[in-house]
């Protein structure tokens, strides 16, 4: 399936939320804790509610699962090589699992997203924006989220949480303190430019506060989501 606009329209009917941010900002804890809330709620159920895709990237996909393992485990990889795996991993991604998703009225949760290209390629290793842009598009057709959470961190917390050892830590863990800074610094320009898209939550508030923030960014998003699927 070729990604195109059309394609994009067509996937429109659903909610796309992407949850963003540094590594050890915390996203994996605050999207099991949405996901559970939306449960309850009654998401993704035998209930009238739509239902809930929960994924991710890299590796929402079985080919993005071996595109994972090269990113993250493998040797070291010319930012230009990461950048177009990344890339490939996001349009198997969009095509195979989000896109359907959303034309059947799903509400999406995915742990990253294009933005990550740009905070992490672009901010961190210094790609250029507008090429990163372009390639990413053709796997995305310029599908954009619904709602971007920003998991906000201050540099400083993320090294002490890591506590100063680097055995278990993975490639791009691994990079040094000043890109994750400058990831960090791209994610907020990101927010700022993005104001009717992102919500920014401070993640170094307590687990519940964090929660608190992330579930009202998110009824906001659903009180527009399209009818329940079985509705009249
Ligand atoms: P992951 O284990 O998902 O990290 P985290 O728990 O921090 O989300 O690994 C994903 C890594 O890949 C993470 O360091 C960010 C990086 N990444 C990019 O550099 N560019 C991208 O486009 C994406 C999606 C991820």
């Known amino acids: 399936m070729t990604v195109d606009s059309g394609a994009v329209q067509a996937g429109r009917r659903g909610r796309f939320i992407v949850f963003e941010g540094g590594d050890g900002a915390g996203k994996s804890t605050h999207v099991k804790m949405l996901v559970a809330a939306l449960r309850k709620a009654g998401y993704g159920g035998a209930s009238e509610r739509p239902g809930l895709v929960v994924t991710r990237e890299p590796g929402g996909t079985e080919l993005g699962v071996r595109i994972r393992e090269l990113l993250l485990h493998g040797d070291e990889i010319e930012p230009a090589a990461e950048a177009l795996l ?3 991993d996001r ?3 969009v095509a195979e699992v989000i896109l359907p998703a959303l034309g059947r009225g799903d509400v999406v949760i995915s742990d990253r997203y294009l933005d990550s290209s740009i905070a992490y ?3 961190g290793r210094g790609l250029a924006e507008a090429v990163i842009r372009q390639v990413n598009a ?6 954009e989220p619904d709602l971007t959470i920003l998991m ?7 090294e002490s949480r890591r506590g100063g050892s680097d055995g278990a830590l993975d490639r791009l ?3 040094g303190a000043a890109f994750h800074r400058k990831v960090i610094q791209r994610y907020r320009e990101l927010a700022a430019a993005h104001p009717e898209r992102y919500a920014v939550v401070n993640s170094s508030a307590t687990k519940g506060k964090v929660h608190g923030q992330v579930l009202a960014a998110v009824s906001r998003v659903l009180e527009t989501a399209s009818p329940p699927r079985d509705a009249p």
């Open 86 to 88: 990344y890339a490939a």
């Open 91 to 93: 349009a198997q991604h």
């Open 121 to 123: 390629q672009v901010g």
């Open 138 to 143: 053709v796997g995305t057709g310029g599908l």
């Open 152 to 158: 906000d961190i201050a540099p400083g917390i993320i």
């Open 173 to 175: 863990e691994r990079a």
